[in-house]
């Protein structure tokens, strides 16, 4: 079946370092890849998605590129804040009405 | 405002005693879905719904179980909860039927501890 992976955390940075998530997937077919977002007591929301291989998603300046060679989507951002500061999941949708998420991946970021 | 309503954000039981966590949506969405929240295992779908008295089994649905009588709620009921399930609880919807370019709109979360 289908399934998500992303790098173990917490993500520990200091305020204006660059940021990398990696995501790597396991799927038949063409999915669709996206990143949601769960800051403190809240639920997710999405922030960015991609449909199809080598396109980008990108918002709040976070970045991630669709790669088939590679079944990754990695999430990227150039200077990151303390209010990044959250957990990151990974996402892929197939056909059929599921979404798979991976594992989450927790953000701190330091002044 | 458009939004998902769980109800309650804490619950804590015990075992053997009948719950039910409410889910509202106020978006006309037709698709909505539960998903609990483990640490390490990220999200996982309990069962999902495509529109009213449409309800479809998830990854996890064993202790469970949905409805699906109106539009806008979608409750999630354990008959008898067990410790393994104390768990963080998401309600999601979404527009349409899953398309791969909707997004899903996520409740708070619920909170469930089973003593």
């Known amino acids: 079946g289908d399934s998500v992976t992303q790098m173990e955390g917490p993500v520990t940075l200091s305020e204006e370092a660059f940021l990398t998530i990696n995501c790597t997937y396991t799927?038949?077919?063409?999915?669709?890849l996206f990143w949601y977002v769960q800051y403190p007591g809240e639920g997710l929301q999405l922030l960015l998605k991609?449909?199809?291989?080598?396109d980008k998603g990108s918002n709040k300046g976070f970045e991630a590129t669709y790669r088939k060679e590679t079944t990754s989507f990695h999430l990227e951002k150039g200077s990151v804040q303390v209010s990044d500061s959250a957990v990151y999941f990974c996402?892929?949708?197939?056909?059929?009405?599921?979404?798979?998420f991976g594992g989450g991946t927790r953000l701190m970021v330091k002044p | 405002e458009a939004q998902v309503t769980q109800n309650p954000r804490y619950l804590i039981t015990v075992t053997g005693k009948k719950l039910t966590v409410t889910c509202s949506q106020n978006?006309?969405?037709?698709?909505m879905s539960w998903y609990r929240q483990d640490p390490g295992l990220g999200l996982r779908q309990i069962y999902y719904?495509?529109?009213?008295?449409?309800?479809d089994k998830g990854d996890v649905p064993e202790g469970y179980k949905v409805s699906r009588k109106e539009k806008r709620n979608f409750p999630l009921i354990l008959e008898s909860p067990s410790p393994n399930q104390t768990s963080l609880y998401f309600c999601?919807?979404?527009?349409?039927?899953?398309?791969?370019?909707?997004?899903?709109?996520f409740g708070s979360g619920t909170q469930l501890s089973v003593l």
């Open positions: 999601a919807s979404s527009p349409r039927s899953f398309a791969t370019n909707e997004k899903l709109f």
């Open positions: 799927a038949t077919g063409y999915p669709s």
């Open positions: 991609a449909t199809k291989a080598d």
């Open positions: 996402a892929l949708h197939n056909a059929g009405n599921m979404l798979t």
């Open positions: 978006m006309n969405h037709e698709y």
């Open positions: 719904s495509m529109n009213v008295e449409v309800t």
